[in-house]
C-alpha cells in the first residue's frame, strides 16, 4: 500500500516546486549572479534553494497530509492489513460492525478526533510556512 501511495504522490509537489524554481530563475538576482560569473550549481544552491526552501516544506506537509489521508481512506475500505491497529483500519471494523448505525459512537468517535488533530496541526504548519514565504502574508516588525 505504501508503493502505491508513494507512487501517486509525487506528481502534484512535482508541479508545484517546478514552477516555483522556474518563476525564481527568471528574478533579477538570479541573472546578477549569472553575470557575475558564478556557476550553475552556485547559482542554485546560493540563490534559489533559499529561497525555495519554505515552498518545499509547505509541499512536503501538502504531500505527508494528502499521503496519510489516501493510507486512511485504502484502509477504510479494508485495502490494508487487516490486523493493523490503524486509524483506518479502526474506521473500517467501525464500518463493518455498524457501529454508527447502532450508536456506538464511542468507537468512532476517538478516531475522527485524532485524524482531525493531526489535519488541524498539518493546517497549521502550512499557514506558518505560508506566512514566512509569502511576503504579503508577513507581519510587519
Known sequence: MALVVASL???SPTRTIRSQVL???ERGYVEVARLS???GPEIIFKE???NLLPYLGATLVNAVSNAILASIGLEVLGLGPIDSPT???TLY???YNAALINGWWWWWLAPIVIILIVFLGLFFLTVGLDEIANPKLRRAA
Open 87 to 89: 486509524l483506518g483500519m
Open 37 to 39: 560569473g558564478m556557476s
Open 9 to 11: 504522490a509525487w506528481l
Open 93 to 95: 471494523w467501525v464500518n
Open 48 to 50: 534559489l534553494m533559499p
Open 23 to 25: 518563476t525564481l530563475r
